[in-house]
């Protein structure tokens, strides 16, 4: 539970957004979300974990392309902040007020979820033609990049066509986001591979300040993109993944997807921490 008491000028899924005027204070909370709803229990370290993997990217991005963040430094708090410092030390980001573009960035690397759906269906991923015959969690033969429309909370994400993107926010805008968002996950995949990580899957979140295109938002984190452990993968099945799969797999068997999901066990609490904090280990080689 965020115990700030200021009240968030916008409210996520997970994080909570506090306008500064000339920036903004990004802090993420322990909340989880499945299947649209944000769900009664938090999952302990989780806002820490996303920050601070965030945080890495960001750093380890640095010649790829400009981001969002000001400082993630407890020191550089607002001093009306500063009572709540020992929750917010590892899960804020203080970032530039970017005019962001309407639209997420879906990368895909893997033919998984519900592009594999689709490609059962239609052979297609989001209308775009791929060979016959691929199995499930194939690699795919190109990098794909399949943007969606950015919902409102409770409401699903659109995909839709590289044209309809450039409809949206204009050809040359959505060009620099397309190859951005090829560019910075080829070199984040290459990175965590080398950590015995594969990235399936991520979606990014662009926008602009004073004319340049900047990342925003979270950054190849669990809750944003779909990491599989390169040790065990195998084409042709589910991969099991660094991220809420418990929870999911757990809320599938005990909800039947009517009222509100139920309260979430203990043990699938636990495990789902854990899982978040491995992720955070494996890919930045630090203790968390």
Request: glycine residues 6%; charged residues 30%; hydrophobic residues 35%.
């Amino acid at each position: 539970m965020n115990p700030i008491t200021i009240k968030p000028d916008a409210q996520g899924k997970v994080r909570d957004l506090y306008d500064l005027g000339d920036k903004l204070l990004l802090v993420a909370t322990d909340r989880i979300s499945a299947f649209d709803y944000i769900l009664e229990d938090e999952i302990p370290c989780k806002g820490k974990v996303l920050t601070q993997i965030s945080c890495f990217w960001f750093e380890l991005l640095e010649g790829v392309v400009e981001n969002h963040l000001i400082s993630a430094n407890v020191a550089d708090l607002p001093e009306e902040f500063k009572p709540w410092s020992d929750y917010l030390d590892g899960r804020f980001m203080l970032v530039k007020k970017a005019n962001m573009y309407p639209v997420e960035c879906i990368v895909r690397g893997y033919l998984t979820g519900s592009g594999f759906k689709d490609y059962k269906n239609t052979g297609k991923v989001c209308g775009i033609e791929l060979p016959a015959g691929l199995e499930n969690s194939a690699k795919l033969p190109s990098t794909l990049f399949t943007p969606s429309t950015k919902a409102e909370i409770g409401d699903h994400d659109e995909n839709i066509s590289y044209d309809r993107c450039a409809e949206i926010i204009g050809e040359e805008a959505a060009s620099t986001i397309r190859d951005l968002s090829l560019k910075v996950y080829e070199t984040a995949a290459a990175h965590a591979l080398e950590r015995g990580i594969i990235i399936a899957d991520t979606k990014f979140e662009f926008g602009t300040v004073d004319g340049k295109v900047i990342l925003g938002d979270e950054v190849l984190t669990p809750d944003s993109s779909r990491f599989w452990d390169a040790s065990c993968y195998e084409v042709g099945k589910e991969q099991p993944s660094f991220d809420k799969q418990f929870v999911r797999n757990w809320l599938n068997e005990n909800w039947d997807r009517t009222g509100n999901p139920p309260r979430l066990p203990q043990e699938v609490i636990e495990k789902t921490t854990e899982k978040y904090i491995q992720a955070y280990e494996k890919i930045t080689g630090r203790k968390f």
